[in-house]
């Protein structure tokens, strides 16, 4: 792990720009645990709308030692909850830079998306020479390139969070356990440990909760989802030529608005317990979502593991189709 003194915070991103500050962060976090200050570091500055940057991972081996303590439960929660959208936004792709060569979400590893992380601050100083630079983009502008020295450390970051995800899976189901009784707590965690074993489609679908899209696995038609009561209504984008009731525009939203599923192509044949579970994970998953006093987390998950015959191409296909890339174990 990246020691808190070691000079290289000063070229790691952050969300309001390079994170020489963020080791302070930590350090005041472990001596006094302040929930808005918490909350502005993990959520505002390590993980923006869901991009992540290289200081995330940096500081993600310190959150989680900082929630390890028994008697750290506030902590534990904020932590654990922050820690499983690491774990699900930390290997998706997003549209403007592209994770290559094993990289994660938001962490460079070459000096040329090293580079792209200053683009920000280099596209303000350059509008115009009446206006007054920021200090702080000055400073990053004046950032000398990494060494290969530090490339290489650039790399080490990625090996430590990628060798942290059993541990980040292991606090979720602790603190899963120290928040049956919460409304929306079991499913962020649930999502975390699908993340951290390589579901993300899986994790993605938790994390969307009660309603939300995916595609179809065969034709890659986009299928919005509902939550109604103890079953999930499906609507295909474009179902022409279909009944009536099915070529209303923003008929899902129709159907939400007034509660009850009028306007849905079909629902899901939920995944049931007769059936053979080939994976570990998922007799995991259940067996957890079933302690969770909120009900609809194991709805949730048995939807999403089930099946629908897509009305686009006729097939029939699982909500959460098998992940086509999974981080490394
Ligand atoms: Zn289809």
Same mark, same amino acid.
């Given at each position: 792990m990246l020691q808190l003194s070691?000079?290289?915070?000063?070229? !790691?991103?952050? #969300? *309001?720009?390079?994170?020489?500050?963020?080791? !302070?962060?930590?350090? #005041?976090?472990?001596?006094?645990? &302040?929930?808005v200050a918490a909350r502005d570091l993990m959520h505002g500055e390590l993980i923006h709308q869901e991009t992540c940057y290289g200081a995330t991972y940096a500081a993600a081996p310190y959150l989680l030692k900082l929630a390890e303590p028994d008697c750290n439960v506030v902590q534990r929660m904020d932590i654990a909850v922050f820690l499983s959208h690491l774990a699900l936004c930390a290997f998706r792709v997003s549209g403007r830079d592209t994770p290559a060569n094993g990289s994660l979400n938001g962490l460079a590893l070459t000096l040329e998306s090293w580079e792209k992380t200053r683009d920000p601050y280099r596209s303000k100083s350059g509008q115009g020479t009446t206006m007054q630079k920021p200090a702080g983009h000055c400073e990053i502008m004046d950032l000398e390139l990494p060494s290969d020295d530090e490339l290489r450390k650039f790399e080490d970051i990625r090996d430590s969070f990628l060798a942290l995800l059993p541990d980040i899976g292991s606090l979720c189901e602790r603190t899963f356990h120290e928040h049956l009784e919460d409304e929306y707590i079991p499913r962020y965690l649930l999502s975390g440990i699908a993340a951290t074993e390589g579901r993300g489609e899986l994790a993605r679908l938790l994390d969307s909760g009660e309603d939300g899209s995916f595609a179809c696995a065969a034709c890659? =038609?986009?299928?919005? *989802? /509902?939550?109604?009561?103890?079953?999930?209504?499906? *609507?295909?984008?474009?179902? @022409?030529?279909?009944?009536?009731? =099915? +070529? @209303?525009? &923003?008929? #899902?939203?129709?159907?939400?608005? %007034?509660? @009850?599923?009028? $306007?849905?192509?079909?629902?899901?044949?939920?995944?049931?317990?007769?059936?053979? +579970?080939? %994976?570990?994970?998922?007799?995991? !998953? /259940?067996?957890?979502? $079933? +302690? #969770?006093?909120?009900?609809?987390?194991?709805?949730?998950? $048995?939807?999403?593991?089930? %099946?629908? $015959?897509?009305?686009?191409?006729?097939?029939?296909?699982?909500?959460?189709?098998?992940?086509?890339?999974?981080?490394?174990?």
């Open positions: 070691d000079p290289l915070w000063c070229k !790691l991103n952050t #969300a *309001y720009g390079f994170g020489k500050d963020i080791p !302070l962060g930590l350090v #005041a976090l472990a001596e006094h645990w &302040d929930e890659g =038609t986009s299928i919005d *989802y /509902i939550l109604f009561g103890d079953f999930m209504a499906l *609507y295909f984008e474009n179902s @022409e030529g279909g009944p009536a009731h =099915t +070529q @209303e525009p &923003d008929r #899902a939203l129709r159907d939400w608005e %007034e509660g @009850e599923a009028k $306007r849905a192509d079909c629902l899901v044949k939920a995944l049931d317990d007769l059936e053979d +579970q080939a %994976e570990p994970l998922v007799d995991r !998953l /259940i067996s957890l979502a $079933r +302690q #969770a006093e909120n009900p609809s987390v194991e709805l949730l998950l $048995r939807n999403f593991l089930g %099946e629908f $015959r897509c009305a686009e191409c006729d097939e029939t296909c699982k909500v959460c189709a098998p992940d086509k890339s999974s981080p490394e174990p």
